[in-house]
């Protein structure tokens, strides 16, 4: 049997008590914590379409709708167009040339300073892509839940509250199931260079 590596918790008035606070007064003031706790307005609960209540139940509770993502001058790059045609990442467009057909962006990774300058055929601009109608079974790049690379993926429910549901290629749990995934609409475009 494995040991607990954590100590065992005292309760509200041992802890009250060691740290020099009477339990009586620790008492009063979880009584006032709990009035206070009533007296606040309950929020609505969120409603989902009958389509996807019962997926969503069954991977948990959907994310809220996004805050307004601004795709004016975000784009979708292509950073090794010979070695790794299929990577594309998420980045912010600073300038463009129109002259000489470049791009110049910075990576829109919150950890990295990269600085890119870019030819027209591996940056696709995503300005107004949130208002693309998916519809079930499109093919789709999408950028990948808590990262901003895009990858591969097909769509599994049209778009609703500003999330598309979408079963990303090759990200199959150790079962090969493949559960869906909500991702913002402004953040799925079309695959590029008419791939399927």
Known sequence: HRQSNT?????????????????????????TAIK???????????L???????????????PPPPKSITTANLAAIQINPTTSPDDWILAKILSHDKSTKTYTLSDEDILSNQI????????VPLKDT????????????AVYPDTTSLYHATVSTPPWNGFVM????????????????????AHVMKVPGGRK
């Open 48 to 62: 989902y379409p009958p389509a996807t209540t019962a997926a969503a139940t069954a991977r948990g509770i959907l």
């Open 7 to 31: 100590a065992p918790r005292r309760s509200s008035a041992a802890a009250s008590s060691a740290a020099g606070v009477p339990p009586l007064a620790t008492a009063a003031a979880s009584s």
């Open 166 to 185: 979408v079963q990303f290629k090759d990200d199959g749990d150790v079962d090969g199931v493949t559960h869906e995934k909500a991702v913002a609409m």
């Open 116 to 123: 890119y300058k870019m030819a027209e055929k591996h940056v």
């Open 130 to 141: 949130e208002k693309n109608k998916w519809q079930r079974g499109d093919n789709v790049y």
């Open 36 to 46: 206070q706790q009533k007296q606040q307005p309950l929020l609505p609960p969120i």
